[in-house]
């Protein structure tokens, strides 16, 4: 995907960055605006790293890599030292990111969406079945958070609107038996996706996260190596408390990807940096705003852009 400063969602996209480029850039251009690139511009650069909250791996990275530069003369002081340090995040996010795109591929492809409580993973899902229903193909969306009521419904109205079938529980039901049912019909109706809807957790509640490996387990009885995704749903706005997450559902259930919402009106999207020098997991889209059309895949060239004001 490339940049078109002028398209209507990376409008949308510098936009709802403001904030962040506010923390993040706001904090580096004092350093990008010093004439002489010494120790003490390095030490001023580590300082605005850390206030703008990028975490201790992905600092450290940045120094090391820019005191290389420094030693081999191939980065000077201010713009210089701006596009260098633009570069070395840019390739922090790209060395995350898939060498090849395999989302639906085998067929039925199936994606288990995963997240603590109220991040949004029934829209987000919803969200998402209507972008694939865009492209083409048939989808099943499954609505396995049979813990609410409200979930299912939820669920049923988004098939609706993005035009895609439902596969529904019953509340209080079992969540495996239900996401089994659903990839035996996927295959039965020769569908294209399989898109399960669980139910929000706290990270740190080990019998919940049971379940989830449960469902895991079964998904896999239903259709040999299923799910073959099992993607996080992390609310931006918690910032480093997102890390915490990330790193309990993925020792659990390694994780394949990360769906980013609320980047919109949050001062904390450096987390993007952060997961994808801390994990090495692929940034798969991302949400900024409440419209349907406001969840895209994740571009690195087009965040980079719409961060630095590049466009």
């Known amino acids: 995907m490339s940049v078109v400063a002028g398209s209507g969602f990376f409008q949308r996209l510098r936009s709802g960055l403001q904030k962040t480029r506010q923390s993040l850039v706001g904090s580096l251009e004092a350093v990008f605006s010093r004439k002489r690139l010494d120790i003490d511009t390095l030490e001023k650069l580590e300082e605005a790293l850390i206030l703008a909250d990028l975490g201790t791996r992905t600092v450290d990275r940045v120094l090391q890599e820019v005191n290389a530069r420094v030693k081999h003369k191939t980065i000077e002081a201010g713009d210089g ?3 260098g340090v633009i570069d070395i995040l840019r390739d922090i996010m790209t060395e995350a990111m898939p060498a090849a795109e395999t989302i639906g591929q085998p067929q039925p492809w199936v994606l288990m969406m995963v997240g603590v409580n109220g991040v949004g993973k029934t829209t987000t899902l919803g969200k998402l079945a209507h972008h694939f229903h865009q492209q083409g193909g048939k989808s099943l969306l499954v609505a396995a958070d049979t813990f ?4 299912i419904e939820q669920a049923a ?3 609706e609107r993005a035009g895609v079938d439902v596969i529904k529980g019953q509340p209080g039901g079992d969540a495996a038996a239900v996401a089994f049912d659903a990839v035996q019909a996927a295959c039965a109706r020769h569908a294209d996706r399989v ?3 669980t139910a929000g957790r706290l990270h740190t509640k080990a019998p919940l996260m049971e379940e989830l490996k449960k469902m895991q387990r079964v998904l896999g009885r239903a259709l040999p190596d299923a799910p073959h995704d ?3 749903v992390l609310d931006a706005t918690t910032g480093q408390n997102g890390i915490a997450q990330v790193r309990q559902f993925h020792e659990s259930l390694g994780l394949t990807g990360l769906v980013l919402t ?4 949050t001062s904390k999207g450096g987390i993007v940096i952060n997961v994808a020098q801390e994990f090495q997991l692929p940034i798969r889209y991302i949400g900024v705003g409440e419209g349907v059309d406001d969840l895209r895949p994740f571009d690195v060239a087009e965040f980079t852009a719409a961060l630095f004001d590049k466009a």
Do not use: N
């Open 262 to 265: 609320k980047l919109d009106g």
């Open 195 to 197: 898109l399960i809807d």
């Open 230 to 232: 099992i993607w996080l």
């Open 157 to 159: 109205i988004w098939g």
């Open 81 to 83: 030292l701006r596009d």
């Open 148 to 151: 609410r009521a409200a979930a």
